[in-house]
C-alpha cells in the first residue's frame, strides 16, 4: 500500500508525510507541510476570518454608495462608483483632516472604506491571495492582529506625514506582505527564502505602483509593512510558537474594536437615510 508523501522544504526529496520529519535530512515536515495542505483544502478558520473581513468591506462600501449623495458612474476607470468624499468622512475616513475633526476611531474606520468598484476589487482580490498564506504560518487569530495592527499604523503614519485624506484597505493588506516578508527572512531554509523572493516581488511592484500611479497613499503602504513586520516579530509565527490564549485575546480585542467602530459609522449612516428618506 502507498504511503502519502510531501516534498521536504529542506532538501526537496520526497519523503512519507506521515512522520514529522524528513527521513532524508530530519526537517521538520509537520507545520510546513501541513500549513500548506491547510490552505490549499481550505483551513477554516482562515476562510471564517478572510470571508468576515470581505463582507465587513463589502457592506461597509455599500453603505457608503447609499449614503453618497452623488455616486460616480463616469470619471474613468477608477471613478467608477465613486462615493463621495462627504459619505466617506462621514463614515470614517482618516488623514489629517478626518482625524483631528472626527477622531481616532477613524484610524480603523478608513480600512473598510473604498473609493471604487476597482479600489476594493483589487484590495479583495489581494486579500484573498495573501490572507490565506499568512493565516497558515501565524493561525487565525494572529493574522487577524497583524491586519489591524497594520491598518493602524499605516494611517498613523499617513497622518503624521501630513496626508490629508485617505481609504483603503490596502495598508492593511500591505501589513500581511510585510509579516510574510519577516517570515521567510526569519524562517531562512530553502522555503524561507522562496517566501522571501516571492513577497520582494510583490513590495517592489508596490513601490513601482506607487511612484506612477497618482493618488496613492505610499505613506499608508509603507507604514502598513512596517506595522506588519514589528507585529510578525512580536507575536512569532506557527513554526516557532503555538497560538496562545493571549494571541485570541488580542485577536477578540480587535475584533470588538472594529465592530464597535464600524457599528458607530454604520449608525451614522443610517441615520443620514432617515433624515433624507422619512
Known sequence: MAHPSITCPECGRATDARYSSCLWCGAALSRPGGRVVEVLRGDRGSDLVINALIVANVAYYLLSLLVSSRTALGGGLFGFLSPDDNSLALLGATGTYPLFRYGLWTLVSANYLHGGALHILFNMMALR????????????????????????????????????????????????????????????????????????????????????????????????????IVTAKLLGYRERSRETALHRVAALFCLLLTVAVLAFGAWKGVRVLSYRYF
Open 129 to 228: 491571495q495573501i490572507g490565506p498564506w499568512v493565516c497558515a504560518e501565524f493561525g487565525a487569530s494572529r493574522m487577524f492582529v497583524i491586519y489591524t495592527v497594520s491598518g493602524l499604523t499605516g494611517y498613523l503614519l499617513s497622518v503624521l506625514a501630513g496626508v490629508p485624506f485617505t481609504i483603503g484597505a490596502s495598508a492593511a493588506v500591505c501589513g500581511l506582505i510585510g509579516a510574510l516578508f519577516y517570515f521567510g527572512k526569519s524562517r531562512g531554509g530553502n522555503y524561507g527564502q522562496a517566501v522571501s523572493r516571492e513577497v520582494s516581488g510583490w513590495l517592489i511592484s508596490l513601490v513601482v505602483f506607487g511612484l506612477i500611479m497618482p493618488g496613492i497613499n505610499n505613506w499608508g503602504h509603507g507604514g502598513g509593512i512596517v506595522g506588519g
